[in-house]
């Protein structure tokens, strides 16, 4: 069930997280290179919304 912490990463379209103990390096690259981007950009999409008052 969502919460209120839940909500900007809701808002982008994350629908779930993947929580690992130990990820490894391959693992770890992945999100930031193919992952971080898209999120930036979504995030930079969601302030400029919420800038204009959408």
Do not use: C, H
Not at 29 to 39: D, M, Q, R, T
């Amino acid at each position: 069930m969502p919460t209120r912490r839940d909500r900007p990463y809701t808002d982008i379209g994350v629908t779930s997280f993947i929580l690992s103990g130990y990820p490894n390096l391959e693992e770890t690259s992945i999100p930031g290179k193919v992952l971080l981007p898209v999120f930036r950009a979504k995030w930079e999409q969601r302030r400029n919304a919420s800038a204009v008052g959408i």
